[in-house]
């Protein structure tokens, strides 16, 4: 049950609303910061791949290995970025070439992942299905041989032109990362070459990074949840309290196919609690406070935006 427009309870103060607000802003400049980080590689990336003939490798070439499937990958971690080509198109002497190319790209990657401590992974993807990213993250453990990934990938699909036509810088809803991170959200950039979409440069963050960032260590119950209702952080507290279940540890039980988006199960106006599909209207609506009942007791709900990635920062005080 919502009671719209009740009154503030005398456990809600100003200062209460304010460090909501202050936490709302502050997350949201975590996220623009990575978005103007990602802005930042696409120069580069641009620049590598305008000249791939004149760019001789920066590493060893005995980094590289195939594997009877095809894939040819870089097996151990030797400080510098991953490559991994999936096998889907053959790697020849002018794909070889290419990759000791964008090796170029490997120490901006680095630089920008170790001055920022809200990115988990840096990639640019091709469209022969070639990663290059950073940090090693043993793609060859997750990944199957032969995928394209410009199909399976939703990072990928999202920047094509079928899906962004303007060409935009966007952020990718919540998915389940195939190269066993879990759940995350990315923000992408098509990368083309006159018409041609040759890649997709991408920085991802985990939904476990941005709890440990932002929320989990709040004494408050706080959650983050999208435009569409999925829980996308939720700290001991609110887990707790709400019983819903949100983007948590995922376990692999064997290779992912794609990075797969998330099922919409989660989303909270699915639920089959009453009460939380109340919470989830609320959410989808315009006011920032409201009156709602947990568990037959009655919460003031406060809510802020996250609005470089749409999403709302939730508090929720027994009234």
């Known amino acids: 049950m919502l009671i719209w427009g009740a009154p503030a309870c005398s456990h809600v103060s100003q200062k209460d609303r304010i460090e909501l607000k202050t936490l709302a802003a502050d997350l949201n400049s975590l996220f623009v910061h990575v978005r103007k980080d990602l802005e930042s590689l696409k120069i ?28 040819y990958y870089t097996p151990e971690n030797d400080g510098h970025c991953e490559v991994w080509a999936s096998g889907h ?18 120490p901006d990657f680095e630089a920008v992942y170790k001055k920022n401590d809200f990115i988990d992974y840096i990639y640019l993807t091709t469209y022969d299905s070639i990663v290059m990213g950073y940090p090693y993250a043993d ?26 036509p303007e060409r935009r810088t966007l952020w990718v809803p ?4 195939a190269v066993g ?9 098509p990368v083309y070459r006159g018409d041609f979409l040759e890649g997709t440069l991408g920085i991802d963050i985990t939904a476990d990074l941005i709890s440990d960032t932002s929320i989990s260590l709040s ?24 019983n ?17 988006a998330i099922s919409p199960s989660l989303m909270m106006t699915q639920s089959s609690s009453e009460e939380i599909r109340a919470i989830a209207d609320w959410v989808k609506g315009f006011e920032k406070e409201g009156i ?17 990635v749409g999403w709302f920062l939730i508090e929720m005080v027994e009234k």
Not at 147 to 161: F, G, Q, S
């Open 244 to 260: 819903l279940k949100g983007l948590e540890k995922y376990y692999y039980f064997q290779k992912e196919a794609e990075n797969k």
């Open 292 to 308: 709602l009942k947990i568990s037959g007791v009655p919460y003031h709900f406060l809510k802020e935006g996250i609005p470089e």
């Open 219 to 242: 004494p408050k119950n706080l959650m983050i949840v999208t435009a569409s209702t999925i829980p996308v952080a939720m700290n001991k507290n609110s887990r707790r309290l709400l």
């Open 89 to 106: 198109m053959p790697i020849g002497a002018s794909e070889k070439k290419r990759i000791r190319a964008i090796e170029h790209l490997c």
């Open 174 to 177: 919540p998915y389940v990362d």
């Open 181 to 189: 991170r879990g759940y995350m959200t990315s923000v992408i950039m």
């Open 44 to 71: 580069a990336v641009d620049q590598v791949l305008s000249d791939p003939e004149g760019r001789p490798g920066l590493y060893d070439e005995n980094r590289y290995r195939y594997t009877k499937n095809h894939v």
């Open 139 to 164: 793609m060859q453990a997750y990944m199957k041989s032969g995928l394209d990934l410009t199909k399976v990938w939703v990072t990928y699909r999202a920047a094509d032109e079928k899906e962004n």
